[in-house]
């Protein structure tokens, strides 16, 4: 079952994968499968896995490409996008090729710490691109706050003007909301492509960042079916509707983003709607304390009463 | 009037006062009436006057201190910290004693970028505590996104062991819940203080830093009514009705923390209600597009709505 | 005396003067005195100061003007480079306009920390341009190392292009050299003008960046008479006799371009030979071990010998 | 031929080895070979494979294991330390134990970025000398200027006593003459061990590192017979005559202390000695303009020039 290579029509919510061991901290292949359903479950249009955060750098060469080939399998032709990002270009070219035969839709690269300048991005993106070749859709990851790369739009456009390849804008600056809507304005100028532009930092700006222009998200959020309908929502132009529905799980949103803990929240939350079978993180990693556990235990209360206050069914967790 | 010394007992909402210019860009001390005004309507407990944030550094020397003493006579005997972090110690000295003549209960110093470990930290607080003498109270602003210096809850600890002056924790790190709960903890030794812990980064984590033990909250939200409702209700132990109000408010809550665009976005919504004659900021700052504008529009219509549901009177903006 | 507005044909050595206070920590008048005396005598071209390192930043306001007005008094027409960089754009200008007044032949401004991407960096300086007027020559402090902002040679030569009063690149990058070499050869496109180019980081690559083009040093290394021979020896073309020279004072070069303990070095030096009344700095500062003062002492005795064996008076140490 | 476990007598130079490769960009073991009879004849104690800078990330797992195994095979028995830095713990172990079958003395660890306070440095490594278990000798790599992680000598020597496979400080703080001081006064106090010390940063401080009691070099000068040279002159107590060398040497040291272009004038000079067939580097990498190449033939023909004079054979370059 082919999904197809990724291209600049993608939308809706490629959901950010979380890595599930076993307690003892061994890759826990059957619990990618329940989470992958789980997902399938929630609606997701697509996957990306081994992005730049999360715990896919604590696995091997060979985990890391276990995990790519259980979810294509598993994942009804839905789209897969792979992080390849790696310190050497041969690299990530080997990567690229290795995963998009084992059936993704497409690479995901951010720019290496210490690139300098605008040419100093562009130029590492024009190598990136002639590195893959014309066929490998490449997803440019914008995630200042961990790369300390600035990419600033003009930079954006030139490679989107000379690279066919690039396809999706992955928009996770922090502010950002200004250079979503300048990449979008950009993109009016005759001939320009529109390229698809979701966005990250957990979800925390959707609504403003959908009414801007963006056409999903990809982010990790562990209730995606709330992203899977506010971005429903959007597309069919009940933005108001879709920012209520969000406005509802935006404690719960902000609370996963803290970085390090978060994760820790977020597998907390995957164990307890039975979508892993150990919330386990690798070393080194975070865990949560009895308060910990107790806050979240209220936040998640408040948040059925609120989805009971407005007439949805408590499907939040399913203990 | 005097406010008296600020001390371990100090709670409630110290408000992070915005510093009003005119559309020419001169400091209008007026509009520093008005809004001092502005925030004793909204009830707040004290004042937080030339923090590291904001529009301070822009100041000179004798604006700052006439911020300083405009407030300090117009603020009907609420405490009032300020900022006096320096790159030399006689400076931190020098604006101390100016600011404590001036009228103020405590000053708020933040450590200086590029101290080394531990030891670094607690020497260069010993160091500003002898310079100070026992006299002057000051409060630990740890804000380590500014200022890249980690402290550890132990280097705490032992400041507040070694030095009485200390008597405040500004508490903004992040993410930084679980060394609110290890701070408290460690205050059960015996012989341990317990000082004031106001917090930050907005308000943006307000409910479950006070359930984990906050006095309050220092943030500069352009709807202070909120948090000092908020701290209210957290205070008289009813902390599930303080997380609702807070939760009406979130998605402006969130909207404000976007590090530049922020600012702009706070000084538009005390403009619009009346509490500044401008929203300008001093050069090099940010300011609004139409598209900036209409985004808060929208927001501000539905926190209305929101408060309207609640059975709030719809005093958010003044228009 | 007036010393005329710095231009782009400004060479030699700048020093960037050291900030002497006494035992107590109280500003040195007589000591900036002395000091400048003893720059003149070592046949420095010009002055830096107030400059982004060393203690300006722990002057108040008015001691930085009292310094500012004595060096201009004392230094026999030399031409003076005062830093003028500040938070807010209105203080650049107003402290620009005092020194400029008080005898200053141009200013010296870096970038803000924060700035983003070359749109960023050329925004703040065409600001700065324009508070400034076109009356006043500038000076771009390119050091990356302390700021954190990048400038691309493109986004400098736009500024030449545009700016008239951007007289000068303090070229301080590290490693620089290829970016040295690229404006240079960028100034051949015809209508370009071809600025000064003055080098820092302790000169530790000054005869590599003079044979690449540099006009000079600005920096503030102890023994000044050795970077003013050296530039002296290279504009006569005696480029392998400048690099003899220099090579032998390579090792106390090295010694001094240690961060925060560099300054201690310097100021000792300093002491040493007469310039100064106390080698102590403003807290928090850095100081001399016994095991730091041996080391000194042995690598000029070895700065020493290397001398006497070229045939050089030992006037390096006044003891 | 086993070369034993590294423990705390280790001393000499253990050279951090260049990663060489074709024109092609392949990675060439028959100049891993060429390379490694280089270094051996230059005379060096041990090899440092894999380390954080260098070309080491930019191999496959697959190929970073040849490099060692192939090292192994023809260092004639000297010991090899071997970098296994990793984000999981688990890739730390299974690399340790790789390495450690294939004949490596010990391994290397560096602290990764984002550890907070002396408390997270601590249980980090403890965390490590858990994973690893008491029989592979660990060497802690301290360079913060990569990793943004500060070593306070307090917390190394808590790791000193806690783990005795800790054996030796990777010393590389820059400035941290005073570090080094400090931690052989504190290995004075009854009980603790001394370990070994070897210096990175290019060697730039290497005479003053081994006054101040470091036992030896590791870094990558490509001229390794000076580092050799130097420690055992300042083994037998000659530290002048270390030094002098040094000296000879010392433009050279600070040429190749350029961030990124630094590798390349290193791998330059190791293609122009003949231990290498091609100075290339994998992408993205640095490369030489021909204004570096007359650069730098320039700085060879001085040092020739020097060691004439001093009577030392110009066996400098092989050409």
């Known amino acids: 079952m082919s999904a197809g290579k990724l291209n600049e029509q993608a939308k809706g919510v490629f959901i950010i994968a ?21 997902y399938l479950g ?27 080939d259980r979810v294509v399998q598993r994942s009804q ?17 080997r990567l690229s090729h290795e995963v998009m035969i084992a059936g993704a839709s497409g690479v995901m690269v951010a720019p290496p710490p210490g690139l300098k300048g605008d040419e100093g991005v562009y130029n590492y993106f024009a190598q990136v691109f002639k590195e893959l070749g ?3 859709p490449v997803v440019y990851q914008d995630y200042p706050q961990s790369t300390g790369v600035y990419l600033a739009p003009s930079v954006f456009e030139r490679l989107v003007d000379d690279f066919k390849q690039l396809v999706m804008l992955k928009h996770e600056d922090w502010p950002g909301l200004a250079k979503l809507t300048r990449v979008r304005e950009g993109e009016k100028k005759p001939g320009r492509r529109r390229v698809s532009i979701l966005v990250g930092n957990g979800g925390l700006y959707l609504p403003q960042e959908l009414r801007r222009g963006a056409d999903g998200a990809m982010t990790g959020f562990a209730w995606p079916e709330m992203l899977v309908e506010v971005c429903d929502l959007a597309a069919k132009g009940k933005m108001e509707e879709a920012e ?25 939350v995957l164990f307890r709607r039975g979508a892993i079978k150990s919330p386990k993180q690798r070393a080194p990693g975070s ?28 499907k939040v967790a399913a203990e």
Do not use: W
Not at 77 to 91: F, K, P, T
């Open 18 to 38: 979380a890595t599930p061991f076993t307690d003892e901290g061994a890759l826990d292949l059957n619990s990618v499968d329940s989470l992958t359903d789980f």
């Open 42 to 68: 929630c609606g997701v249009t697509g996957f990306t896995l081994l992005g730049i955060m999360g715990e896919a750098p604590k696995l091997t060469a060979e985990e890391s490409l276990s995990v790519v």
């Open 77 to 93: 032709g839905r789209q897969i996008i792979v992080g390849v990002s790696h310190a050497g270009l041969e690299n990530v070219r």
């Open 134 to 136: 014309p066929d490998i």
């Open 244 to 268: 209520d529905l969000f406005d509802i799980y935006l404690p719960l949103v902000r609370h996963e983003q803290q970085l390090g803990i978060g994760l820790a929240l977020r597998k907390e």
């Open 287 to 314: 865990s949560l304390t009895a308060t910990d556990r107790a806050e979240l235990d209220n936040l998640i209360a408040r948040l059925e009463r609120r989805l009971a206050v407005a007439g949805r069914g408590a």
